[in-house]
């Protein structure tokens, strides 16, 4: 092993200096590590690496990467080979090296580069070994970091440590130097600050930034304070319920090569991506495949945090062996007090052998602490301390190493001490919402055991196997029994193979020339001809047409031998009886083995068989001199026969001849199916003679006469059969074919007839096919059961006829030569080893053998030929075997077909290819009994086989789902527990399943996943007999998902009451059982169209779970803003314009929603009711995030980013949330839901709406003092009346002047704004800064102080009500009136269209239709307007548009006269009183003056306190334009102590003709007289005299109000009114309406 040290010293990039900002991958031995990232196009990084080497045929890879805003990309690459490495213990200059910008991989490895690009990198490379440690301790320092690395990053195997041995080679390692190089003042707290300077644009500003867990995109560029992506399993210690693990997994980088953004994967600069274990398993622990390449190990190649800040020794195992893998890769070990006695052990001075057991449970990964100072990226100091003075380097490394691992791993010891749970050793915070995600592993990846699931035990199978080798039945037991049989077939064998038909001598015909006439031996036709009219055998001298020497007896000698003895040729016969002894010694001496069967099958002693051969030799050369016999023929009837007349019948009839006797039936006319019933006797004296059955059709006409004069046969020729005799025995109802007697011969249909045979010395002996029944049947049983143990024999043959061999080679030519002698057909034959085979259905091969068997059967009988029209169930009738036997035989087999198939699984297991087998010809025969029952037997409609082998799977299937769900623990223990000694004894009580767990329920999803994998693996490509109606692994899910969906249902609905398990772990349920569906049942026809029931099952456990998680995500959202606020609200790069807290929030909510989309619910409703729940997250989160914001908002404007940054971070916030809008399904999502979030986009458009107000009047104090300093310079300029056009351009430069001070204060914070709020928020900051520019101006320049005190407390009166006390704090302070020339009116104006441009600034800013319709504009506006209108004006102007100035204008009421008391008004709160008046209008109609009457009648219900005496009266005030000259006021005079006084008095007022009574009102006010002092108002009534002008005259009830009520509009010009100090009509009108009812004493 060797110490690679890599020094990444600079680069020079081809290209512009601010386009890069770059860092350097270093990957070897499937370790990487990173550097920091530097800016500009000659980066100087300086940092060094050191990496284990125990392989120097790889190389290192250099990889440089360029940050981006959210993907990194590859700058370009190097491969340096190892090989190639200088060694050395100092440093160099380093080389520069070309980027090139492609790999070339090799078996998965890169092996170089190509495509140069014109970018350099300075690399310092080389090896340095620890040469100056002695031997002995350099294996000490290198055995105890392994061990250590082995504990800090492997959790479910056990370390032996061999200190006799020589230190063994690693399979891949590699140290960390980087990182046990850390000076001791590093804080190593923050996961990812690692790579993030500052200046880095590291940190991501949107909120796809990162993919949840497990997602499997590329990963862009994270957050800091993002979570990094947890382990895929949930790590509490109980893995049982989890089988991911079955499978190994290879653990090489090339399967997780991340092309974007390598910085992801290690934050540290860690030279380890992937820590997999101490250097070397021990060679016990490597036998027993305790592998550590599990899938926990693997998934945490995810978790960058975590490996980068483990040791980066790692071990690579070669495959375990894939059956033993899955068998024990799945046990996991939490024993975590052994774990602290050996942790201690590992730190003693000399090694010993120990055991190190490391608790399942992997440390969290990345959690986020609440405090996290920046770390610096990791690289060695050369200016370390250190460990020893005298020390070499190399060795301060090991020992540094060892100490720093120690320490950490102390550290981590004492937090689990405490009870908590092992945190990763940079953690010091809480990090509950990363443990709350991790907990739910989404993406379940079960996966069945290779083997075959056995079900049962092997002692029961063979029980099972013994029990149920076929049907008992099949044998005709009776034939095993039946001495007497036995002994004839015993003699008959030996007679059938001492001299057999195949051996017979062929007779030896040549062409002969009859000098006389001669008949043939076998038509006996005459020989035509003049010459070579015939054949003649030279041997035995028979004589036949060429076209009869086929149909003779074939044994030439026999012939010889008859002819012969007949003849009295006495020496030629002794030949003769010589040449067949000798034959027969022959075949005794060449076929031995033939003879020995025969006596072993039928157990007859030695010396009995050697007298039996005798007897049988004798019996064969005594041939047919001593044997006779008689024959009952019956010829019954015949069917499809030829037609032969012209009318297209035939007329038929029969001849029957045996030896030379011959007879004939009579004619049946006209019928092609004749029925005869006639019978005939023959006497047979020539065992080797034959019954000749021919069929003719009689013909009278001449051409038939002419014919019999020259042929004996004048009648037309429709078919024949030859029957040998020898072949007769007992009797026999059978259909024979007719067959032809030439080629040209025309033949067709068959003949029954019933045979009836007594052979002398033989009467009593049962029929050659019974006896060959016992022959067959005791040859199999010897074969099978005495020779070989009860296993059938398959026997060898190839060919078309390889089904007509039954056994081996002798045994086949003893049946064979017996059914040849004796007649027995090969039909017969099959069905009788068919029945033998029944009998032994169940081993192995068999069904194969039978299936072919029976097939060919069914063909015999079943597949009409030209030549027959019998129907196949006839023929099946007439068969030897006995349609009542084979029938029954066929439905006992398929009932204990049907019952073995229910039970396939056991009896035809998966992990047998050979039983497979067995299981496809099963099916294959019951296919081929259904078809013997619908061709053969031509019934109706039997059982469809597939539908009999889908009723067998969904039995068999339900069996076993109760067996499993029975003993689902004792089965998953011993199926997929790795240690025998480790098996979890479950209590009896708790075998099933359980509300205080869910481990039954992932146990059982396992086990029903093994099941079906292995039906759609191993029965459905064996059952493919039918693939449109029978997949067994399309059965097989649907039944187990329709039988675990009852079940699991059903335990839902009760953990639902008791609710005993974590929320985490039902959703791990909820993901296991969705994948389940979505693996093997989603597709199936019967769910295909139909949404599933499980979401219902788990949707409460959801909806809990979505209720923590709000929780989780709150607690987040507090510490997110915490550490956002430490770091001062930073940008999280130049691009971005927010902080990271949005980004981790959104995060966080992404991953969470994550793990909700994952679950792929297919049930719209239940979507529904998650999105609305998870939306209410959303806004409670955002809200509360904007309400932590906007709490605090005010402190922080007087910074300088931070109240810019902050707002746009509620901006992203509304950018995020239209995003995830988006990604819950946008206009599909759920109307509530929707709405939730609709909802919440505007109250986050209010925060920001308030955030901006409150920024801008931050602002204020700056503006008020620059807008004032814009009165002092308005105040200086001069000229008075209307602008002449001459002095425009003075107007535009007292403009420009005027407004210097407020363009200098905009300049400089506009600027800034632009740079750093988000364009929206920007319109929104300038929206409300033009706002208080506006109204700012307003107050300050063009609206006048208030002078008079009474005229001060209205406008502040009306203001309070209308909410515009911000106007009025200065406005109030002033004491000069100055009021603005017509000029200075003109300046401001141009002022206005100056601020008005800035603010839009060409577009940038706000839009010009906004600042046009701007409320605050049009109001400054306004008053600039009235500003130069007369008294009068103004006065109308007021009363035009001031149309409810007491009590709303409601509540008066007109009657015709006073004396009609009005209904009581409507509308009227808290009326103070109420005066009566009477109103007379009258125009001069000359002058067109109006006179204005009015008369005072009383004033009622008067409301006033008082300790002196009341004396109240009426002041009526008319109030208009042009009155300057006219009389005003009346009052009336005062009553004592009356508080509903009467009046009576009149008044007249007269008014301008300028204007009409519209533009006039009446004021009334009730007061009580004081002397000496000012009176005091008791109320105050307004009528304005267009209410009275359609009436002309009327009595009015004024309700009395406290005081003058105005809008804007009225405010304004009142506050111009007020400052006109000369005007006596102005000062007048300000007075009235600023009047209040005065405070009551005693109140």
Same mark, same amino acid.
């Given at each position: 092993?060797?110490?690679?040290?890599?020094?990444?010293?600079?680069?020079?990039?081809?290209?512009?200096?601010?386009? &890069?900002?770059?860092?350097?991958?270093?990957?070897?031995?499937? $370790?990487?590590?990173?550097?920091?990232?530097?800016?500009?196009?000659?980066?100087?990084?300086?940092?060094?690496?050191?990496?284990?080497?125990?392989?120097?045929?790889?190389?290192?890879?250099?990889?440089?990467?360029? =940050?981006?805003?959210?993907?990194?990309?590859?700058?370009?690459?190097?491969?340096?080979?190892?090989?190639?490495?200088?060694?050395? +213990?100092?440093?160099?200059?380093?080389?520069?090296?070309?980027?090139?910008?492609? /790999?070339?991989?090799?078996?998965?490895?890169?092996?170089?580069?190509?495509?140069?690009?014109?970018?350099?990198?300075? !690399?310092?490379?080389?090896?340095?070994?620890?040469?100056?440690?002695?031997?002995?301790?350099?294996?000490?320092?290198?055995?105890?970091?392994?061990?250590?690395?082995?504990?800090?990053?492997?959790?479910?195997?056990?370390?032996?440590?061999?200190?006799?041995?020589?230190?063994?080679?690693?399979?891949?390692?590699?140290?960390?130097?980087?990182?046990?190089?850390?000076?001791?003042?590093?804080?190593?707290?923050?996961?990812?600050?690692?790579?993030?300077?500052?200046?880095?644009?590291?940190?991501?500003?949107?909120?796809?930034?990162?993919?949840?867990?497990?997602?499997?995109?590329?990963?862009?560029?994270?957050? $800091?304070?993002?979570?990094?992506?947890?382990?895929?399993?949930?790590?509490?210690?109980?893995?049982?319920?989890?089988?991911?693990?079955?499978?190994?997994?290879?653990?090489?980088?090339?399967?997780?090569?991340?092309?974007?953004?390598?910085?992801?994967?290690?934050?540290?600069?860690?030279?380890?991506?992937?820590?997999?274990?101490?250097?070397?398993?021990?060679?016990?622990?490597?036998?027993?495949?305790?592998?550590?390449?599990?899938?926990?190990?693997?998934?945490?190649?995810?978790?960058?945090?975590?490996?980068?800040?483990?040791?980066?020794?790692?071990?690579?195992?070669?495959?375990?062996?894939?059956?033993?893998?899955? +068998?024990?890769?799945?046990?996991?070990?939490?024993?975590?007090?052994?774990?602290?006695?050996?942790?201690?052990?590992?730190?003693?001075?000399?090694?010993?052998?120990?055991?190190? $057991?490391?608790?399942?449970?992997?440390?969290?990964?990345?959690?986020?602490?609440?405090?996290?100072?920046?770390?610096?990226?990791?690289?060695?100091?050369?200016?370390?301390?250190?460990?020893?003075?005298?020390?070499?380097?190399?060795?301060? +490394?090991?020992?540094?190493?060892?100490?720093?691992?120690?320490?950490?791993?102390?550290?981590?010891?004492?937090?689990?001490?405490?009870?908590?749970?092992?945190?990763?050793?940079?953690?010091?915070?809480?990090?509950?919402?990363?443990?709350?995600?991790?907990?739910?592993?989404?993406?379940?990846?079960?996966?069945?055991?290779?083997?075959?699931?056995?079900?049962?035990?092997?002692?029961?199978?063979?029980?099972?196997?013994?029990?149920?080798?076929?049907?008992?039945?099949?044998?005709?037991?009776?034939?095993?029994?039946?001495?007497?049989?036995?002994?004839?077939?015993?003699?008959?064998?030996?007679?059938?193979?001492?001299?057999?038909?195949?051996?017979?001598?062929?007779?030896?015909?040549?062409?002969?020339?009859?000098?006389?006439?001669?008949?043939?031996?076998?038509?006996?036709?005459?020989?035509?001809?003049?010459?070579?009219?015939?054949?003649?055998?030279?041997?035995?001298?028979?004589?036949?047409?060429?076209?009869?020497?086929?149909?003779?007896?074939?044994?030439?000698?026999?012939?010889?031998?008859?002819?012969?003895?007949?003849?009295?040729?006495? %020496?030629?016969?002794?030949?003769?009886?010589?040449?067949?002894?000798?034959?027969?010694?022959?075949?005794?001496?060449?076929?031995?083995?033939?003879?020995?069967?025969?006596?072993?099958?039928?157990?007859?002693?030695?010396?009995?068989?050697?007298?039996?051969?005798?007897?049988?030799?004798?019996?064969?050369?005594?041939?047919?001199?001593?044997?006779?016999?008689?024959?009952?023929?019956?010829?019954?009837?015949?069917?499809?026969?030829?037609?032969?007349?012209?009318?297209?019948?035939?007329?038929?009839?029969?001849?029957?001849?045996?030896? =030379?006797?011959?007879?004939?039936?009579?004619?049946?006319?006209?019928?092609?199916?004749?029925?005869?019933?006639?019978?005939?006797?023959?006497?047979?004296?020539?065992?080797?003679?034959?019954?000749?059955?021919?069929?003719?059709?009689?013909?009278?006409?001449?051409?038939?006469?002419? =014919?019999?004069?020259?042929?004996?046969?004048?009648?037309?020729?429709?078919?024949?059969?030859?029957?040998?005799?020898?072949?007769?025995?007992?009797?026999?109802?059978?259909?024979?074919?007719?067959?032809?007697?030439?080629?040209?011969?025309?033949?067709?249909?068959?003949?029954?007839?019933?045979?009836?045979?007594?052979?002398?010395?033989?009467?009593?002996?049962?029929?050659?096919?019974?006896?060959?029944?016992?022959?067959?049947?005791?040859?199999?049983?010897?074969?099978?059961?005495?020779?070989?143990?009860?296993?059938?024999?398959?026997?060898?043959?190839?060919?078309?006829?390889?089904?007509?061999?039954?056994?081996?080679?002798?045994?086949?030519?003893?049946?064979?030569?017996?059914?040849?002698?004796?007649?027995?057909?090969?039909?017969?034959?099959?069905?009788?080893?068919?029945?033998?085979?029944?009998?032994?259905?169940?081993?192995?091969?068999?069904?194969?053998?039978?299936? *072919?068997?029976?097939?060919?059967?069914?063909?015999?009988?079943?597949?009409?030929?030209?030549?027959?029209?019998?129907?196949?169930?006839?023929?099946?009738?007439?068969?030897?075997?006995?349609?009542?036997?084979?029938?029954?035989?066929?439905?006992?087999?398929?009932?204990?077909?049907?019952?073995?198939?229910?039970?396939?699984?056991?009896?035809?297991?998966?992990?047998?290819?050979?039983?497979?087998?067995?299981?496809?010809?099963?099916?294959?025969?019951? *296919?081929?009994?259904?078809?013997?029952?619908?061709?053969?037997?031509?019934?109706?409609?039997?059982?469809?086989?597939?539908?009999?082998?889908?009723?067998?799977?969904?039995?068999?299937?339900?069996?076993?789902?109760?067996?499993?769900?029975?003993?689902?623990?004792?089965?998953?223990?011993?199926?997929?527990?790795?240690?025998?000694?480790?098996?979890?004894?479950?209590?009896?009580?708790?075998?099933?399943?359980?509300?205080?767990?869910?481990?039954?329920?992932?146990?059982?999803?396992?086990?029903?996943?093994?099941?079906?994998?292995?039906?759609?693996?191993?029965?459905?490509?064996?059952?493919?007999?039918?693939?449109?109606?029978?997949?067994?692994?399309?059965?097989?899910?649907?039944?187990?998902?329709?039988?675990?969906?009852?079940?699991?249902?059903?335990?839902?609905?009760?953990?639902?009451?008791?609710?005993?398990?974590?929320?985490?772990?039902?959703?791990?349920?909820?993901?296991?059982?969705?994948?389940?569906?979505?693996?093997?049942?989603? %597709?199936?026809?019967?769910?295909?169209?139909?949404?599933?029931?499980?979401?219902?099952?788990?949707?409460?456990?959801?909806?809990?779970?979505?209720?923590?998680?709000?929780?989780?995500?709150?607690?987040?959202?507090?510490?997110?803003?915490?550490?956002?606020?430490?770091?001062?609200?930073?940008?999280?790069?130049?691009?971005?314009?927010?902080?990271?807290?949005?980004?981790?929030?959104?995060?966080?909510?992404?991953?969470?929603?994550?793990?909700?989309?994952?679950?792929?619910?297919?049930?719209?409703?239940?979507?529904?009711? &998650?999105?609305?729940?998870?939306?209410?997250?959303?806004?409670?989160?955002?809200?509360?995030?904007?309400?932590?914001?906007?709490?605090?908002?005010?402190?922080?404007?007087?910074?300088?980013?931070?109240?810019?940054?902050?707002?746009?971070?509620?901006?992203?916030?509304?950018?995020?949330?239209?995003?995830?809008?988006?990604?819950?399904?946008?206009?599909?999502?759920?109307?509530?839901?929707?709405?939730?979030?609709?909802?919440?986009?505007?109250?986050?458009?209010?925060?920001?709406?308030?955030?901006?107000?409150?920024?801008?009047?931050?602002?204020?104090?700056?503006?008020?003092?620059?807008?004032?300093?814009?009165?002092?310079?308005?105040?200086?300029?001069?000229?008075?009346?209307?602008?002449?056009?001459?002095?425009?351009?003075?107007?535009?430069?007292?403009?420009?002047?005027?407004?210097?001070?407020?363009?200098?204060?905009?300049?400089?914070?506009?600027?800034?704004?632009?740079?750093?709020?988000?364009?929206?928020?920007?319109?929104?900051?300038?929206?409300?800064?033009?706002?208080?520019?506006?109204?700012?101006?307003?107050?300050?320049?063009?609206?006048?102080?208030?002078?008079?005190?009474?005229?001060?407390?209205?406008?502040?009166?009306?203001?309070?009500?209308?909410?515009?006390?911000?106007?009025?704090?200065?406005?109030?302070?002033?004491?000069?009136?100055?009021? !603005?020339?017509?000029?200075?009116?003109?300046?401001?104006?141009?002022?206005?269209?100056?601020?008005?441009?800035?603010?839009?600034?060409?577009?940038?800013?706000?839009?010009?239709?906004?600042?046009?319709?701007?409320?605050?504009?049009?109001?400054?506006?306004?008053?600039?307007?009235?500003?130069?209108?007369?008294?009068?004006?103004?006065?109308?102007?007021?009363?035009?548009?001031?149309?409810?100035?007491?009590?709303?204008?409601?509540?008066?009421?007109?009657?015709?006269?006073?004396? $009609? &008391?009005?209904?009581?008004?409507?509308?009227?709160?808290?009326?103070?009183?109420?005066?009566?008046?009477?109103?007379?209008?009258?125009?001069?109609?000359?002058?067109?003056?109006?006179?204005?009457?009015?008369?005072?009648?009383?004033?009622?219900? !008067?409301?006033?306190?008082?300790?002196?005496?009341?004396?109240?009266?009426?002041?009526?005030?008319?109030?208009?334009?042009?009155?300057?000259?006219?009389?005003?006021?009346?009052?009336?005079?005062?009553?004592?102590?009356?508080?509903?006084?009467?009046?009576?008095?009149?008044?007249?007022?007269? !008014?301008?003709?300028?204007?009409?009574?519209?533009? &006039?009102?009446?004021?009334?006010?009730?007061?009580?007289?004081?002397?000496?002092?000012?009176?005091?108002?008791?109320?105050?009534? /307004?009528?304005?005299?267009?209410?009275?002008?359609?009436?002309?005259?009327?009595?009015?009830?004024?309700?009395?109000?406290?005081?003058?009520?105005?809008?804007?509009?009225?405010?304004?010009?009142?506050?111009?009114?007020?400052?006109?100090?000369?005007?006596?009509?102005?000062?007048?009108?300000?007075?009235?309406?600023?009047?209040?009812?005065?405070?009551?004493?005693?109140?």
């Amino acid at each position: 092993m060797s110490l690679l040290c890599v020094g990444v010293k600079k680069a020079k990039l081809d290209g512009p200096q601010e386009r &890069y900002n770059t860092y350097v991958t270093l990957k070897v031995q499937n $370790v990487k590590s990173t550097t920091i990232a530097v800016r500009g196009s000659q980066p100087c990084w300086e940092q060094d690496f050191m990496f284990e080497i125990n392989r120097l045929d790889l190389g290192l890879t250099v990889e440089v990467w360029n =940050k981006g805003l959210i993907w990194d990309t590859m700058v370009g690459t190097v491969w340096i080979p190892l090989r190639g490495i200088r060694q050395s +213990n100092e440093e160099g200059p380093g080389e520069w090296l070309t980027l090139d910008s492609e /790999v070339i991989m090799t078996d998965n490895e890169i092996c170089g580069t190509k495509d140069p690009t014109f970018h350099r990198i300075l !690399l310092d490379t080389r090896f340095e070994l620890p040469l100056d440690i002695p031997e002995e301790e350099a294996r000490y320092w290198a055995k105890k970091l392994e061990q250590l690395n082995a504990m800090r990053d492997h959790d479910d195997y056990a370390f032996q440590e061999e200190g006799e041995r020589p230190l063994p080679v690693p399979g891949s390692q590699c140290c960390n130097w980087s990182y046990f190089g850390w000076g001791e003042n590093q804080n190593n707290e923050d996961p990812d600050s690692a790579v993030d300077d500052r200046d880095s644009d590291y940190r991501s500003e949107t909120s796809n930034s990162i993919p949840p867990p497990y997602f499997t995109t590329s990963q862009p560029n994270a957050s $800091v304070h993002q979570y990094s992506i947890s382990s895929r399993h949930q790590q509490n210690g109980s893995r049982d319920s989890c089988t991911d693990s079955i499978h190994s997994y290879e653990l090489d980088y090339s399967d997780h090569q991340r092309p974007i953004s390598p910085t992801g994967s290690s934050r540290y600069a860690s030279s380890a991506e992937l820590s997999q274990g101490s250097s070397q398993l021990s060679e016990d622990f490597d036998e027993d495949n305790e592998s550590p390449q599990g899938s926990d190990l693997d998934e945490e190649r995810d978790g960058d945090s975590y490996h980068s800040c483990h040791s980066s020794v790692s071990c690579q195992k070669e495959p375990v062996d894939s059956d033993k893998e899955d +068998n024990e890769l799945l046990e996991g070990y939490s024993e975590t007090e052994e774990l602290q006695k050996k942790e201690v052990e590992i730190f003693e001075e000399k090694p010993k052998e120990e055991e190190i $057991v490391v608790p399942d449970e992997a440390p969290p990964e990345a959690e986020i602490p609440s405090e996290q100072p920046e770390v610096k990226p990791v690289e060695i100091y050369r200016n370390e301390e250190e460990v020893h003075p005298n020390m070499s380097r190399a060795k301060a +490394n090991w020992l540094r190493a060892f100490n720093k691992v120690r320490m950490q791993l102390q550290e981590a010891q004492l937090g689990e001490g405490a009870g908590d749970l092992p945190k990763p050793l940079w953690f010091k915070g809480g990090g509950a919402a990363v443990k709350f995600l991790r907990s739910i592993d989404s993406m379940p990846d079960i996966k069945p055991r290779r083997k075959s699931l056995p079900l049962v035990s092997d002692l029961a199978m063979s029980l099972v196997q013994s029990r149920k080798a076929g049907i008992t039945s099949a044998l005709a037991t009776r034939t095993l029994n039946d001495e007497e049989l036995k002994n004839h077939v015993y003699k008959k064998t030996l007679q059938a193979l001492i001299y057999p038909i195949s051996c017979t001598t062929p007779h030896n015909f040549e062409v002969w020339t009859a000098t006389t006439p001669t008949y043939c031996y076998e038509c006996e036709g005459l020989l035509w001809g003049i010459a070579r009219q015939g054949m003649r055998c030279t041997e035995c001298g028979v004589k036949c047409h060429e076209k009869c020497q086929d149909l003779l007896n074939a044994d030439c000698l026999q012939r010889a031998a008859e002819k012969s003895s007949k003849h009295g040729a006495e %020496d030629r016969t002794q030949n003769i009886i010589m040449v067949l002894k000798d034959r027969m010694k022959i075949r005794e001496r060449n076929k031995p083995e033939i003879f020995e069967l025969i006596q072993e099958v039928f157990a007859l002693a030695k010396s009995g068989h050697v007298q039996q051969m005798k007897a049988v030799k004798q019996s064969v050369l005594d041939g047919t001199s001593k044997w006779s016999a008689k024959i009952n023929i019956t010829v019954v009837c015949a069917q499809g026969l030829q037609a032969k007349d012209k009318t297209g019948s035939s007329d038929p009839y029969v001849t029957v001849q045996v030896g =030379k006797t011959k007879k004939r039936t009579k004619t049946i006319y006209g019928n092609l199916n004749p029925i005869w019933e006639e019978n005939f006797n023959f006497e047979c004296h020539n065992s080797s003679d034959r019954i000749k059955v021919r069929v003719w059709d009689e013909d009278d006409d001449i051409k038939s006469r002419v =014919k019999q004069r020259f042929k004996r046969e004048s009648d037309d020729f429709l078919g024949q059969t030859i029957i040998e005799v020898r072949t007769l025995s007992g009797e026999m109802d059978v259909w024979y074919n007719l067959d032809k007697r030439t080629d040209k011969s025309a033949v067709s249909g068959a003949i029954r007839l019933h045979i009836s045979v007594e052979i002398k010395g033989e009467e009593k002996v049962a029929p050659y096919h019974v006896q060959y029944t016992c022959l067959h049947e005791n040859l199999f049983h010897f074969l099978t059961d005495i020779q070989n143990n009860g296993v059938v024999k398959i026997a060898d043959a190839k060919g078309d006829d390889a089904w007509k061999v039954y056994f081996d080679e002798t045994a086949q030519e003893i049946v064979d030569e017996f059914a040849m002698r004796f007649g027995v057909e090969s039909i017969y034959q099959a069905m009788t080893h068919f029945a033998c085979l029944s009998s032994k259905y169940m081993c192995p091969g068999v069904p194969a053998v039978m299936s *072919t068997l029976l097939a060919n059967i069914n063909a015999y009988y079943a597949h009409t030929t030209a030549s027959t029209n019998v129907s196949a169930s006839d023929r099946f009738s007439a068969s030897n075997f006995g349609k009542e036997r084979f029938v029954k035989l066929l439905d006992q087999l398929h009932n204990s077909l049907r019952i073995d198939l229910s039970m396939y699984r056991n009896n035809f297991p998966a992990s047998s290819p050979e039983r497979l087998q067995d299981l496809k010809s099963t099916v294959d025969l019951l *296919t081929s009994i259904t078809f013997f029952r619908m061709k053969v037997q031509e019934l109706q409609s039997p059982p469809r086989a597939s539908q009999v082998v889908k009723d067998c799977v969904k039995a068999c299937l339900n069996s076993t789902y109760e067996y499993i769900f029975n003993n689902c623990h004792e089965l998953y223990s011993r199926e997929y527990q790795t240690d025998p000694n480790k098996k979890a004894e479950v209590p009896p009580e708790e075998q099933g399943p359980s509300t205080r767990n869910l481990d039954f329920w992932s146990k059982l999803i396992t086990l029903i996943v093994s099941i079906i994998e292995e039906d759609k693996n191993s029965y459905t490509h064996c059952l493919n007999q039918f693939p449109q109606e029978l997949n067994v692994g399309k059965i097989s899910a649907e039944v187990m998902w329709n039988l675990f969906a009852q079940d699991m249902k059903y335990a839902m609905e009760e953990h639902e009451k008791q609710r005993l398990c974590k929320s985490a772990d039902y959703m791990n349920l909820h993901f296991k059982v969705k994948w389940l569906y979505n693996e093997y049942v989603k %597709d199936l026809p019967a769910f295909k169209n139909s949404v599933p029931e499980y979401p219902a099952w788990f949707e409460p456990f959801v909806i809990q779970w979505l209720d923590e998680n709000e929780e989780v995500s709150r607690d987040f959202l507090h510490g997110a803003l915490e550490r956002d606020k430490k770091d001062g609200f930073q940008q999280t790069s130049e691009h971005a314009l927010f902080s990271c807290s949005v980004v981790d929030v959104f995060s966080q909510l992404n991953q969470s929603f994550e793990i909700i989309k994952k679950l792929e619910c297919p049930d719209p409703k239940i979507v529904g009711h &998650y999105m609305r729940r998870f939306a209410k997250t959303i806004s409670n989160v955002l809200l509360q995030y904007s309400e932590i914001i906007a709490k605090d908002y005010a402190s922080y404007c007087s910074k300088e980013k931070v109240p810019c940054i902050l707002m746009n971070n509620i901006q992203q916030l509304r950018v995020q949330l239209e995003k995830m809008f988006e990604a819950m399904g946008g206009k599909d999502l759920n109307s509530e839901a929707s709405d939730i979030l609709k909802e919440l986009q505007i109250k986050l458009n209010n925060v920001l709406d308030d955030l901006s107000r409150v920024f801008a009047l931050s602002f204020q104090p700056h503006i008020e003092e620059c807008v004032k300093q814009m009165g002092d310079i308005l105040s200086q300029v001069k000229g008075t009346g209307n602008v002449p056009a001459s002095t425009c351009n003075s107007v535009a430069q007292d403009a420009d002047n005027v407004l210097q001070p407020l363009m200098d204060l905009l300049d400089s914070n506009l600027t800034l704004f632009a740079k750093i709020c988000e364009k929206t928020v920007l319109k929104r900051v300038l929206k409300e800064l033009w706002k208080i520019v506006m109204n700012t101006m307003e107050k300050t320049i063009v609206l006048p102080p208030l002078t008079d005190q009474t005229g001060t407390q209205l406008i502040f009166n009306a203001a309070k009500e209308l909410g515009q006390l911000s106007k009025l704090k200065d406005h109030m302070v002033r004491e000069e009136a100055k009021s !603005l020339s017509p000029k200075q009116c003109a300046v401001v104006e141009l002022a206005l269209d100056t601020i008005k441009q800035y603010f839009h600034a060409g577009g940038v800013g706000l839009k010009k239709t906004f600042l046009e319709k701007s409320l605050d504009l049009q109001s400054l506006r306004y008053a600039l307007s009235l500003y130069t209108q007369a008294t009068d004006t103004l006065i109308k102007t007021f009363i035009q548009s001031q149309s409810s100035q007491v009590h709303g204008g409601k509540g008066i009421r007109f009657t015709h006269s006073e004396e $009609v &008391y009005p209904e009581k008004g409507s509308g009227v709160d808290d009326p103070v009183g109420e005066v009566s008046i009477h109103v007379e209008l009258f125009t001069h109609p000359g002058t067109g003056e109006h006179k204005i009457t009015v008369k005072v009648v009383a004033a009622n219900d !008067l409301k006033w306190q008082t300790t002196g005496i009341f004396r109240p009266f009426v002041e009526v005030n008319m109030i208009g334009p042009h009155l300057s000259d006219k009389k005003r006021r009346f009052a009336t005079k005062s009553k004592n102590n009356s508080w509903a006084p009467k009046f009576n008095e009149a008044f007249q007022f007269t !008014l301008s003709a300028e204007d009409g009574p519209e533009c &006039y009102e009446i004021q009334i006010c009730v007061k009580d007289y004081c002397f000496a002092r000012e009176d005091r108002s008791v109320g105050i009534a /307004v009528m304005q005299l267009r209410d009275i002008i359609q009436k002309g005259s009327c009595a009015c009830w004024l309700p009395l109000g406290r005081r003058i009520h105005m809008d804007e509009t009225g405010l304004t010009v009142l506050r111009i009114l007020s400052q006109r100090n000369n005007d006596e009509v102005a000062k007048e009108f300000v007075k009235l309406k600023s009047d209040i009812r005065s405070a009551e004493e005693g109140s």
